[in-house]
C-alpha cells in the first residue's frame, strides 16, 4: 500500500505536567485547503484498493436486490387522516403518503424532492392536535443543524418563513398558535462543522413572526444546560421540560399552560437520575423515573405539589428495565429482558390487565397512539425475522399482522441464539449468535463481531437487510451486551463509564475469545465492527489486542480521548467517559486507552475507518487523525484505508444508495481480507 503523506506538525498539550504529542492536529481544520487535499488523497487510495476486489460489484448489485422491496412503516393519525411512510425499494427516501379512511392514498411529502442528489432528508414532522398543520425539519448533507418548514396539511402551501439553525429538537405545537422548539447559537467563528455547541435555549415561535423575534422560554446565559427537550401533554395542558447538561440525568419542569400567567416549576432540581412525563389524567402526572430505582419504575403525583417526596409508586420497578408508552386510556409498559422484548398492558390505575403475546424472542417497539384509538400498532423483528407490523386490539389484547416485509429472506434456513459468556472479571454478558442452519463450527466461518457498549443505550435483535450478505454465504453475526450499554439498567450502565471503561473492551475482547473457542470462528475469520463509541471500542480493542482478530472496521469513531470535549456537542459526553481536564487520574486514564493516542508501532489487523465530511456529531477529524498515525505505525502487511463519505453525516438521512454503497464496500473490504469467496 502506498498511502498518502500525511504531514506532521509539532503540536502538543500539557496535562498534568505530560506532553502529549498532536502531530496530527492539523488535520482537525475541516475548513483547510491541506485537510481537504488530504481526504482527496485518500479517497483516491481507498477507491483504487476497493476497485481491485474482483466481487465488489457483484456485492452492491446483490445488495440492490435484497433492498429492492417495498417497505412500510405503521401507520399514524392526524385529524381526518391516517398517514404512513413507504418506500418503493430504491428510491432514496422513503415517502410521506396519506388517505381518509379505507380511502386511496395520496404522496404527502416526497423528500426525493427536496434535493437532486438525495443528500437532503427529512428528520420527524409534528403535526397540530388538530392535524390542519405540520412542521418538518430538514437536514442538508446528513447535518444535526436543520431547517424547519410549516405547512397547511390540506393544501401543503407553505406557512411562514423557514426556521434555520436548530439543532438536537422537536417541535412541540401549542394549539395552533405556535411551537416551542430547541437549538443553539450557531458558532460566529471559526468551523460551522466542529465549533463547540454548548448552551442550548428553548423558544417559543407564534405562526406569522420572524424567527428573530421568538421568544426565550428557558436557557441560555440564565439557566445555562447543554441539553433542553420540551414537549406537552397530549390534552396541551401541560409544557414538559426536560434539562440537562450531559448525556444522563435531568431535571424536570412543568408548566401549566390552562392558567393565565402560570410559571414554570421546577419538578426535580439536580441531574442525578433520569425522568419524564409519561402522561396525565386532569392533573395526575404519570413520571417514568429512575429516582431509587436503577431500572426504571411510574409514578404518579398531582401537578399543584409535584416534587418527588410526594411521588406515589404506581407500577414499581422489577428486574428487568422498564420504557413505557400510553394509547387509548392504557399504559404499556415494555421491559427488557437479557436484550429482548416482554410487554405488559396496565389501565391507568396501574392494573395488570394483560402480558402481549409476541411472535418470539426479539424486539417489540411502538405501541404508543392517542386517547381515544381503540387500536394501536407495533413492529416486532429480531435477527431472522424482518420487521413485521402489528395492529393490536387495545380492549381484546389480539395482535394481528398488518404488514408483512417482502424482503427476499427464508428465516426457516438461520438459527439465533443466545448465549452467556465470562468476561475477564467473572460477570456474565449475553450474546446472541446468528447463522445458517447447519452451519458446521470448525473455526472458519467468516464472523462479523458487533456492539456498542455505552450511554445506556441497549442492543436489541434487529434484522439487517444488510447482513444477508453474510448469513448467504455461511458466515455468522454476533452481538454481544456490553457493559455501558442499558440492557439491565444504570447499574450495568455505570459499570462501563468512567474508570471503568475499560470494562466495555474486556467484555467485547472476551466475546471474541468465546467466538473462536466455541470454534465459530478464529482470528482469520474473524472481523469486528462498531460506530460511534462502537468506533471507538473498536479503535481501543485494536491497540490493546491486535492479534485478536483479521479484519476491523471502526466506523465514525470517538478516537481522540483528550480533545473530544472541544468540538461541537462533545462534552456532554463527558458523563460517560469523563475528561482529561477533571483529574489526573482520570487524564492518564483516557490517555492510556484513546485510541489515536495508544496507537504504537506494529502489527495491525485489515482496517477500514469509516467516516463522513458533514459529521458534525463526532467530527471526521477522530477518523482522520486515528487513520493517519495508523498508516504511519502499520508494520504488517495488511491494508489501512479510510473511506470518507461525501455530503452526509454521522449516519442519519443516507440516502439508499449512499448505504447500499457503504455496505457493498464494507462486506467486500471485509471478506476479500479474509480470503472468502464469493
Known amino acids: 500500500m502506498n498511502y498518502p503523506l500525511t504531514r506532521k506538525v509539532d503540536t502538543t498539550n500539557t496535562?498534568?505536567?505530560?506532553?502529549?504529542?498532536?502531530?496530527?492536529?492539523?488535520?482537525?481544520?475541516?475548513?483547510s485547503a491541506n485537510t481537504k487535499a488530504w481526504v482527496e488523497a485518500e479517497n483516491k487510495v481507498t477507491q483504487g484498493y476497493l476497485s481491485q476486489i474482483p466481487y465488489r460489484d457483484a456485492i452492491y448489485k446483490r445488495?440492490?436486490?435484497?433492498?429492492?422491496?417495498?417497505?412500510?412503516?405503521?401507520?399514524?393519525?392526524?385529524?381526518?387522516?391516517?398517514?404512513f411512510y413507504k418506500n418503493d425499494g430504491l428510491q432514496a427516501h422513503s415517502v410521506l403518503w396519506r388517505q381518509v379512511g379505507d380511502g386511496t392514498p395520496e404522496v404527502f411529502l416526497d423528500p426525493n424532492k427536496f434535493s437532486a442528489?438525495?443528500?437532503?432528508?427529512?428528520?420527524?414532522?409534528?403535526?397540530?392536535?388538530?392535524?390542519?398543520?405540520?412542521?418538518?425539519?430538514?437536514?442538508?448533507?446528513?447535518?444535526?443543524w436543520r431547517k424547519v418548514i410549516v405547512i397547511n396539511t390540506e393544501n401543503k402551501a407553505q406557512i411562514?418563513?423557514?426556521?434555520?439553525?436548530?439543532?438536537?429538537?422537536?417541535?412541540?405545537?401549542?394549539?395552533?398558535?405556535?411551537?416551542?422548539?430547541?437549538?443553539?447559537?450557531?458558532?460566529?467563528?471559526?468551523?460551522?462543522?466542529?465549533?463547540?455547541?454548548?448552551?442550548?435555549k428553548l423558544f417559543y415561535h407564534k405562526l406569522g413572526t420572524a424567527q428573530s423575534a421568538d421568544k426565550l422560554i428557558f436557557g441560555g446565559e440564565e439557566t445555562k444546560r447543554r441539553y433542553i427537550g420540551a414537549y406537552l401533554t397530549e390534552d396541551q395542558r401541560f409544557l414538559v421540560i426536560t434539562a440537562a447538561n450531559e448525556t444522563t440525568g435531568n431535571e424536570l419542569y412543568i408548566q401549566d399552560l390552562t392558567l393565565p400567567g402560570s410559571q414554570i416549576i421546577q419538578v426535580v432540581d439536580n441531574f442525578d437520575n433520569e425522568h419524564s412525563v409519561l402522561d396525565n389524567v386532569g392533573s395526575k402526572l404519570y413520571i417514568i423515573t429512575n429516582l431509587y430505582s436503577p431500572n426504571f419504575k411510574i409514578v404518579?403525583?398531582?401537578a399543584s405539589d409535584p416534587k418527588p417526596m410526594h411521588w406515589k409508586d404506581l407500577i414499581p420497578m422489577t428486574t428487568n428495565v422498564l420504557t413505557a408508552s400510553t394509547g387509548g386510556g392504557k399504559i404499556f409498559a415494555e421491559y427488557l429482558k437479557d436484550a429482548t422484548s416482554f410487554v405488559q398492558q396496565y389501565d391507568m390505575d396501574g392494573k395488570l390487565e394483560r402480558t402481549i403475546g409476541l411472535p418470539g424472542i426479539g424486539t417489540a417497539s411502538g405501541f404508543g397512539t392517542k386517547h381515544e384509538e381503540k387500536q394501536t400498532y407495533y413492529t416486532f423483528t429480531n435477527y431472522v425475522y424482518p420487521p413485521t407490523i402489528f395492529k393490536l386490539d387495545i380492549a381484546s389484547g389480539e395482535s394481528t399482522v398488518y404488514k408483512k416485509s417482502n424482503v427476499q429472506f427464508?428465516?426457516?434456513?438461520?438459527?439465533?441464539?443466545?448465549?452467556?459468556?465470562?468476561?475477564?472479571?467473572?460477570?456474565?454478558?449475553?450474546?446472541?449468535?446468528?447463522?445458517?442452519?447447519?452451519?458446521?463450527?470448525?473455526?472458519?466461518?467468516?464472523?462479523?463481531l458487533y456492539a456498542y457498549g455505552g450511554f445506556s443505550i441497549s442492543l436489541t435483535p434487529a434484522f439487517s437487510t444488510s447482513n444477508i450478505i453474510l448469513l448467504e454465504h455461511g458466515g455468522i453475526y454476533a452481538v454481544p451486551n456490553l457493559r455501558g450499554g442499558g440492557e439491565y439498567g444504570e447499574k450495568w450502565h455505570k459499570a462501563g463509564i468512567k474508570m471503568k471503561k475499560q470494562n466495555v473492551f474486556d467484555d467485547f475482547i472476551a466475546a471474541a475469545e468465546y467466538l473462536i473457542k466455541h470454534k465459530y470462528t478464529s482470528?482469520?475469520?474473524?472481523?469486528?465492527?462498531?460506530?460511534?463509541?462502537?468506533?471507538?471500542?473498536?479503535?481501543?480493542?485494536?491497540?490493546?489486542?491486535?492479534?485478536?482478530?483479521?479484519?476491523?472496521?471502526?466506523?465514525?469513531?470517538?478516537?481522540?480521548?483528550?480533545?473530544?470535549?472541544?468540538?461541537?456537542?462533545?462534552?456532554?459526553?463527558?458523563?460517560?467517559?469523563?475528561?482529561?481536564?477533571?483529574?489526573?487520574?482520570?487524564?492518564k486514564y483516557l490517555y492510556n486507552y484513546s485510541p489515536y493516542h495508544a496507537l504504537k508501532p506494529g502489527d495491525f489487523p485489515a482496517t477500514m475507518v469509516t467516516t463522513a465530511d458533514h459529521d458534525d456529531r463526532v467530527v471526521p477529524a477522530h477518523s482522520f487523525k486515528f487513520a493517519a498515525r495508523?498508516?504511519?505505525?502499520?508494520?504488517?502487511?495488511?491494508?489501512?484505508?479510510?473511506?470518507?463519505?461525501t455530503k452526509a453525516g454521522h449516519g442519519a438521512g443516507q440516502s439508499t444508495e449512499q448505504v447500499i454503497s457503504g455496505q457493498a464496500d464494507k462486506w467486500a473490504f471485509m471478506f476479500w481480507n479474509l480470503g472468502v469467496q464469493w
Not at 505530560?18 to 488535520?27: C, E
Not at 393519525?77 to 391516517?82: A, L, M, N, S, V
Not at 462498531?530 to 481501543?540: E, H, M, V
Not at 495508523?630 to 463519505?645: C, D, H, K
Request: hydrophobic share 30%; with cysteine.
Open 630 to 645: 495508523l498508516q504511519e505505525y502499520q508494520q504488517g502487511a495488511a491494508p489501512v484505508i479510510i473511506r470518507i463519505e
Open 117 to 144: 442528489d438525495g443528500t437532503t432528508s427529512m428528520q420527524g414532522i409534528d403535526f397540530t392536535k388538530d392535524g390542519s398543520m405540520a412542521a418538518y425539519q430538514l437536514s442538508e448533507g446528513g447535518s444535526d
Open 300 to 302: 404518579t403525583v398531582d
Open 160 to 200: 411562514g418563513d423557514t426556521l434555520r439553525d436548530v439543532k438536537f429538537s422537536g417541535i412541540a405545537w401549542r394549539g395552533n398558535d405556535g411551537f416551542y422548539y430547541s437549538s443553539y447559537d450557531k458558532p460566529k467563528s471559526g468551523s460551522q462543522l466542529s465549533g463547540m455547541t454548548q448552551f442550548h
Open 410 to 448: 427464508d428465516p426457516t434456513q438461520y438459527e439465533s441464539t443466545q448465549v452467556f459468556y465470562k468476561s475477564k472479571d467473572g460477570t456474565k454478558i449475553p450474546m446472541i449468535i446468528t447463522y445458517k442452519k447447519g452451519t458446521v463450527m470448525n473455526g472458519k466461518n467468516p464472523t462479523l
Open 523 to 587: 482470528k482469520d475469520y474473524l472481523a469486528i465492527s462498531g460506530g460511534s463509541n462502537g468506533g471507538l471500542l473498536i479503535g481501543a480493542t485494536m491497540t490493546q489486542r491486535p492479534d485478536l482478530c483479521k479484519v476491523a472496521l471502526p466506523a465514525v469513531g470517538v478516537m481522540d480521548m483528550l480533545r473530544y470535549n472541544q468540538f461541537t456537542a462533545g462534552a456532554g459526553w463527558s458523563y460517560d467517559y469523563g475528561t482529561a481536564e477533571d483529574s489526573e487520574e482520570m487524564f
Open 15 to 31: 496535562y498534568f505536567g505530560t506532553i502529549v504529542p498532536d502531530p496530527y492536529r492539523w488535520l482537525e481544520d475541516d475548513r
Open 63 to 83: 445488495l440492490e436486490q435484497l433492498w429492492n422491496y417495498e417497505k412500510y412503516s405503521a401507520p399514524f393519525k392526524e385529524g381526518k387522516y391516517t398517514y
